[in-house]
């Protein structure tokens, strides 16, 4: 590792999870690309880098699966902070390409799919769309293969990046389309002012288990921001249950509540407590 | 729509759904194949055909989102019956392929990585693994090709459809492979014996909301087999909730509780009462 402070995402340069990544720790670190999740997990694990962003939630699509299955399987892994980005789709082409030369646009099937109303309605000359590996893989192609009849649906820092203009900005349909990404790190962080904890738990299999799991949190006035259910392996219709409460596990009240909720559990982790985003 | 019985499901003849199709209704039906979960809504709600079957959850991979948004959108449907069936993969060939010829394995990549262990230990001819859009789609591309050297991971029912012969029985690494799908229909039904119940709600976004849903049903005994969050679109951090409790909201008690429930609700749906499923 270098002396510069190093964060995996995954995706290409210029991916939405390396605008997170920025907008979280600032400028000054080295986003390091990463083609899956699981080896911005193992990044981190080893050592290589010092912590990672992942996506986690957007609020269109929901929660990305994937990235549960892989915190629950990454014990060794804290969950240190959190922040959200908008995803503004832009329109990026070449240098001298202009609106009337586009009738190809690129791009991830869900950015395409997230834009298509925007697609029909402002660029009557496109006529078709050929789905790629990335939003930032979009702006990548149509650079190394120099496509001067197309154009990519990515980030704004994208374009910076392989030094193509936004010919149209926001092609959304859809403004309140938002994702949500944790931080990973090595070693939990004690956090200080407004503060939430993340949980997965997994509990018998009897009436009224999951009211009793939440009351541990309602009966303290603990607010509640998420709870997720993925399916435990091996055991049919059984379920890991993800929780994100208001509050650190430093607190009295949030420990009393943990405890209590071990009282009827067969798995318990902490996955961290971190600093709210905004 | 002609005299016998027609039930559409996703995917080609020989699919998984079409299985669960003839476990739920039996052989005296007529099962439609649709391209996509979309087509199959469709063909319900405009009365080509009679019932739809969705699979809407897994037990290695949980729930299948698409098919909550779909229920959600289709507001004429309803849940008139569930059924669960092993998803077993059989190791398909054409007549006169031995083991030994078996180079390459097509099938859907879900299927394929449920496969994976098996395959390198069972079949060590096999050097490449070719992604198909269906398994079933995997039977009947080495059929129309009439691809001698390849194999397909699908249903039993797929090596009669196109027949084909198995080469080698339940290639899946994990037996406790199993998919639920629900039954749609035009009309709701009122189930005799034991019965489930699905519905679909949102709640304001306040402290405790959540726990005060699920005291609905825990304060009359009542179990919940299931609950799901989906994100409600244009409100960021917002859910939907699909739940699903055992009973009938014919059942006085049921009907208390759903009437309780709709006291803090901001939408609320029965999307249907139907027999347990075994």
């Known amino acids: 590792m270098t002396n510069t402070h190093q964060i995996a995402f995954q995706g290409e340069r210029g991916a ?3 605008a997170a990544t920025v907008a979280f720790f600032g400028e000054q670190v080295e986003p390091v690309p990463c083609k899956d999740f699981e080896t911005v997990f193992e990044m981190v694990t080893s050592g290589q880098v010092n912590q990672g962003v992942l996506p986690i939630e ?22 240190i902070g959190e922040v959200q980005i908008p995803i503004a789709h832009q329109l990026l082409a ?14 991830h099937p869900q950015a395409l799919a997230q834009c298509e109303h925007s697609i029909t309605k402002r660029l009557p000359h496109v006529t078709k769309r050929i789905p790629t590996y990335d939003t ?14 197309g154009a990519g649906l990515a980030s704004a820092r994208a374009a910076q990046i392989y030094d193509m203009n936004i010919l149209m900005t926001d092609m959304q349909d859809d403004s309140e389309n938002y994702t949500r990404f944790v931080v990973v790190g090595p070693e939990p962080i004690i956090p200080t002012g407004e503060a939430k904890t993340s949980i997965v738990f997994s509990v018998k299999n009897v009436a009224g288990v999951l ?12 607010d509640l921001t998420k ?4 399916p435990l392996q091996g055991k049919r219709w059984q379920y890991f249950f993800y929780l994100d409460f208001m509050g650190s596990q430093y607190e009295e009240r949030c420990q009393n509540a943990l405890n209590h909720l071990q009282e009827i559990t067969t798995y318990f ?3 961290g407590s971190y600093p709210r985003g905004v």
């Open 269 to 271: 982790r902490i996955l």
């Open 94 to 107: 070449l240098p001298g390409v202009s609106l009337a030369d586009v009738t190809t646009v690129y791009s």
């Open 16 to 18: 939405f999870s390396e």
């Open 227 to 230: 709870l997720e259910s993925r």
């Open 136 to 149: 930032a893989g979009s702006a990548k192609i149509i650079k190394e293969q120099q496509i001067k009849n």
């Open 211 to 222: 009211f009793k799991t939440l009351a541990v949190f309602a009966l303290r006035d603990i």
């Open 58 to 79: 957007n609020s269109l699509g929901g929660s990305i699966h994937r990235n549960y299955d892989l915190l629950l399987r990454n014990e060794q892994l804290y969950i």
